[in-house]
């Protein structure tokens, strides 16, 4: 190896490791069996997963979170798979506004927006409930639903879909026979998104979730204001593993190319 | 065998060869306004607290430029930002480059990137909070190596806050430049060293200039994302140190909504100028979608 | 073999097609600029012509892909126009297959059985007669992906005719094949259309596949028909520059016309007279540009004699190429008027040697006046 390379490899080498450090480092102390955070741990144990599984004050925060994704998936995967398909039938000027509204909650900074929803949804009595995450979060999944279902149906030949009426199919049979099934790499990876970004949504959580509706994520966030306890090294790498797997097949999905 | 009789159904003008388009209800209608509704009335909704609180009044905006708070909040933002952006620009530019040059570990730093990229800023923030606190890893080894005497006081410093956010950005950083990268052809490098330039000559004068769009797109991503960065700075920048977005959520802590708006509006608006001014440079908007995963 | 797949509705298997004064125009260019065409049952007629001259416009007008800005498509008599393409009933083979990659094989035949409401038992045996037609059989559980170039094109072939259709379109099928591949499957198409008996309209830019296959071409120009008739006619008797020069090569002597004779128009040629054959007579005085054939061309002196009258030429050899099958001379006529000499390469034919001077004769029948 020459040298310009060794050095390009030995920098690049210490930029990954910097990456990875700090993931790797909470993994391992979520195995500690010490009460406060330290680093070797003096000892290794399930302790902080087992305060994790057996304290309510964790595991409803938890269920709230993934059902909340779950609904989430369902309406922003139904409205934004819609959408995608259906914005190319709108007009030059209209395509171009509705194309930025729907992707506007990815260049609006979240704490604005988040403030903007906490301000309208107080008065629709929206605040401390579930069904208000669910609206909230699905306007900031959606984003990538569009993003990804478009981005599928880009790559579909127009003339497939060509072909098939001069087969006779009708323009909907065109749609469930041919599109929809093109599609369904795009469709499944931009809902995955969506889950991930509703369940490890914090800034419009720490407004609108109230007492009533308390996200993993936010109660995460008051635990590490007040107390850093070893806790939330473990509820932190339990999230890790869950977002990594599912963002992993994500990303497979979308290298696939159409079946 | 017939042909199943359908209503009727007309034919949209087209370019030839571009798919035949049947009308079909507007499918997009829905979500646009749910979107209306429960985003953009909202978040419009309250900013239009910044010019009609009490009344239409401007008065909030030019209280800004005598407010000593707001421009030191605003100048610390920018600063933040930029130094950021420069630290992930440095620290970026080189990983990309190693993506592209060694295709076989490709893969691999591929995913070191990725896995962070894909675990949330909330449990990225508090990792950094383990590794700088004072029984952090960062004081054990220091102290372990004898360098200093007792443990450094990181956390709850502008630097926390700086480390933490570069290593959170970096992956906007070196993807939009690896991309870049990844689509210079490479007979052009090979034409060049047939032309008698040394490596570094041909880095200089051929791959880094072509790498452009992809830096300028990095950096525009990198450094919009830094300046509406929440999470990070609440975590470990300490009482002193303010960022906008903080001081944004403090207002509204306290109910001050004219102003917190006011704010709200400077912040979206810096945002959206710099996207706007950099926009039109080449291949910048791939790096905005790509952004989206 | 065939024959469950071509007993089809009504005496004459083929559709009747009538173009009538076609436009197309986007903003104010107009891709197609005024097409009329009759199209005969059973016919197989190409629209020939360059890119850009509109036949891919009128075939996916005729399609439904397109809405024509003015004129009318009738099929069989009745006016297609209004008519979406689902409903028109015509086959289509696309020039990349456009085969549904998440099919199989048989699933692609059989979809438009399927949205005809076809039982599953009878779609079988006419996917397994489609399958058989284009000598692919047993292929129907393959994928798309898994076939070859010409195997996709035959599967999309198959698809196109397995509901019947009384008439067949086809954009530049064969265009991305080789050269080789794409001469076999032009026999097969002929072939497959004398069989199934039905309206085959086919767009191409390469005319010698036109020739082969064509019972009719209709070659098009900036949107226009520029002429339309049997390939050995076309090639013949060109109507046009246009025509005599996209059709195989021509060779163009500009003269003035001298005076008519017995129908033949005779013209002075660098000194020369030359007589040539015209569709309508021109005036004495004009000045015209007549064109002849390359390989209808011989060098006066060799071996080769007609009965038929001739004119003839001298000029100098400027450039041979020895071509395999034939040799190419490039010719300079005193007047500096360049001409093409193609002659069968024969180890008994002298060759002949750059600056060489020499007498050239053709057929006056093998002269137009374009």
């Known amino acids: ?259 | 065998m017939e042909v199943r009789s359908i209503g009727p159904a007309g034919t949209r003008q087209v370019g030839a060869l571009r798919s035949w388009q049947p009308p079909m209800p507007l499918l997009a209608a829905p979500l646009l306004l749910f979107m209306l509704a429960f985003y953009a009335v909202p978040v419009l909704s309250m900013l239009m607290r910044s010019v009609n609180d009490p009344a239409w009044t401007l008065s909030h905006y030019a209280s800004l430029t005598g407010d000593t708070v707001f421009l030191k909040v605003l100048s610390n933002t920018l600063y933040t930002s930029l130094t950021v952006t420069l630290g992930a620009l440095v620290l970026g530019y080189p990983v990309a480059l190693s993506l592209v040059r060694a295709p076989r570990c490709a893969p691999v730093i591929l995913i070191l990137i990725l896995l962070p990229f894909w675990t949330s800023v909330l449990v990225r923030s508090y990792a950094w909070m383990v590794l700088m606190g004072r029984h952090g890893i960062i004081n054990e080894a220091l102290l372990a190596v004898d360098m200093i005497d007792q443990p450094l006081r990181i956390l709850n410093t502008p630097l926390a806050t700086r480390i933490a956010m570069i290593h959170i950005l970096l992956p906007y950083m070196v993807l939009p430049i690896a991309n870049a990268l990844r689509q210079i052809d490479p007979s052009l490098a090979r034409a060049s060293s047939g032309l008698g330039a040394t490596p570094g000559a041909t880095f200089r004068q051929i791959t880094l200039p072509l790498s452009m769009p992809g830096v300028a797109a990095g950096v525009l991503l990198v450094f919009v994302l830094a300046l509406g960065f929440y999470i990070t700075p609440a975590m470990l920048g300490g009482p002193r140190e303010i960022t906008l977005s903080m001081l944004i959520a403090q207002q509204v802590d306290q109910l001050n909504w004219a102003y917190a708006a006011t704010l709200s509006a400077v912040l979206v608006g810096t945002t959206l100028a710099i996207i706007a001014a950099m926009y039109r440079l080449p291949g910048v908007g791939n790096a905005l979608r790509m952004s989206a995963r | 073999m065939a024959a469950g797949l071509t007993v089809m509705n009504a005496a004459g298997r083929g559709a009747k097609v009538t173009l009538n004064d076609l436009e197309k125009s986007y903003d104010r260019a107009a891709a197609v600029a005024g097409v009329s065409l009759d199209v005969d049952s059973g016919e197989f007629l190409t629209l020939l012509g360059p890119s850009g001259s509109g036949k891919t416009t009128t075939l996916m007008m005729i399609a439904g892909f397109e809405t024509p800005t003015r004129g009318d498509i009738a099929i069989d008599g009745k006016s297609v126009v209004a008519m979406p393409p689902h409903h028109r009933n015509i086959g289509m083979v696309f020039q990349n297959y456009a085969l549904f990659p998440h099919l199989s094989v048989a699933d692609n035949i059989g979809f438009p059985l399927k949205q005809r409401g076809v039982g599953k038992a009878e779609r079988a045996k006419l996917v397994g007669e489609a399958l058989e037609l284009v000598h692919l059989p047993g292929y129907g559980d393959r994928y798309p992906r898994q076939l070859s170039g010409g195997q996709q094109q035959r599967v999309a072939f198959a698809r196109a005719i397995v509901f019947k259709p009384r008439l067949l379109l086809m954009d530049e099928p064969l265009g991305a094949l080789d050269k080789q591949l794409r001469e076999n499957l032009q026999l097969e198409m002929r072939r497959l259309h004398a069989d199934l008996g039905i309206t085959f309209i086919y767009v191409t830019h390469d005319q010698e596949e036109a020739l082969v296959m064509s019972d009719r071409i209709a070659v098009m120009n900036e949107g226009l028909v520029a002429q339309v008739g049997r390939p050995e006619d076309l090639y013949d008797r060109p109507g046009s520059r246009f025509v005599a020069a996209f059709l195989g090569e021509s060779n163009f002597l500009p003269a003035t016309v001298r005076g008519i004779e017995h129908d033949v128009v005779v013209a002075e040629c660098d000194g020369a007279i030359i007589r040539a054959l015209s569709a309508s007579p021109p005036a004495t005085g004009e000045k015209v540009t007549l064109t002849t054939r390359p390989e209808r061309i011989r060098f006066a002196d060799g071996a080769w004699s007609s009965t038929a009258p001739q004119n003839r030429l001298s000029v100098t050899v400027t450039e041979a190429l020895f071509a395999g099958e034939r040799c190419r001379y490039s010719l300079q006529a005193s007047d500096g008027t360049a001409m093409v000499l193609k002659e069968p390469s024969s180890a008994a034919i002298r060759r002949r040697a750059v600056g060489e001077r020499a007498e050239i004769a053709w057929s006056v029948a093998d002269t137009i006046l374009v």
């Open chain 1, 1 to 259: 190896m020459t040298a310009a390379r060794l050095l390009l490899a030995t920098v690049v080498g210490s930029i990954l490791l910097f990456l990875a450090l700090p993931i790797v480092v909470v993994m391992v102390v979520s195995f500690s069996s010490a009460t406060y955070l330290t680093f070797p741990p003096p000892a290794f144990g399930m302790r902080w997963y087992t305060a994790y599984f057996t304290n309510d004050d964790w595991l409803r925060p938890t269920w709230l979170s993934l059902w909340v994704a779950a609904c989430v998936v369902v309406v922003a995967t139904l409205l934004g798979t819609l959408a995608a398909v259906g914005i190319g039938r709108l007009p030059g000027a209209l395509r171009v506004l509705a194309s930025a509204l729907i992707v506007s909650p990815l260049i609006v900074p979240v704490i604005v927006a988040a403030i903007g929803i906490y301000y309208a949804f107080a008065r629709y009595g929206l605040v401390g409930t579930p069904v208000g995450l669910i609206l909230a979060h699905t306007c900031l999944a959606v984003p990538f639903v569009f993003i990804s279902v478009s981005a599928s149906l880009a790559g579909i030949d127009p003339r497939l879909e060509q072909a098939a009426l001069s087969l006779g199919a009708t323009p909907s049979g065109t749609f469930f026979q041919i599109t929809l099934p093109l599609i369904r790499p795009g469709v499944l990876a931009g809902a995955l998104f969506a889950f991930v970004t509703s369940f490890d949504e914090l800034v419009v959580a720490l407004f609108i979730s109230g007492s009533g509706a308390v996200t993993l994520p936010r109660r995460m966030w008051d635990d590490v204001l007040y107390q850093i306890e070893p806790t939330i090294a473990a509820v932190s790498t339990l999230t890790i593993v869950l977002t990594v797997v599912l963002m992993g097949c994500a990303h497979l999905l979308r290298k696939r190319a159409p079946a």
